[in-house]
């Protein structure tokens, strides 16, 4: 069983800066490959960003890149999504998510096995 717990999430004026951390249990932590998602109101949840277990591999939606960057320290069984020049449409429940066996570095897409609870990050205009 794989705990994820995210948090850093909050109210910021459009153009501020946000850090998620997606604290993960297991001893294995290092080898899951982790995804960030978000679900804005009546809208379907999308990958926003996702790192590889070793972190050389990396992954972002085309809305994000240049804006967000997602890293990990697997000492600390952390990811994190730094959020950056933030706009109203980032706003949304954000979710960490794990994939347990993603086979090699490169697979970062999933399907990821075990989700979080959300933390809700909202951009004012």
């Known amino acids: 069983q794989v705990q994820l717990v995210e948090s850093g999430g909050g109210l910021v004026q459009a153009g501020g800066s946000l850090r998620l951390s997606c604290a993960a249990s297991?001893?294995?932590?290092?080898?899951?490959?982790v995804g960030w998602f978000r679900q804005a109101p009546g809208k379907e949840r999308i990958i926003v960003a996702a790192?590889?277990?070793?972190?050389?591999?990396?992954y972002y939606t085309d809305s994000v890149k240049g804006r967000f960057t997602i890293s990990r320290d697997n000492a600390k069984n952390t990811v994190y999504l730094q959020m950056n020049s933030l706009k109203p449409e980032d706003t949304a429940v954000y979710y960490c998510?794990?994939?347990?066996?993603?086979?090699?570095?490169?697979?970062?897409?999933?399907?990821?096995?075990?989700w979080g609870q959300g933390t809700q990050v909202t951009v004012s205009s």
């Open positions: 297991g001893r294995t932590f290092s080898r899951y490959a």
């Open positions: 790192i590889s277990w070793s972190g050389r591999n990396t």
């Open positions: 998510a794990a994939d347990v066996s993603p086979g090699n570095d490169y697979a970062v897409l999933g399907p990821y096995d075990y």
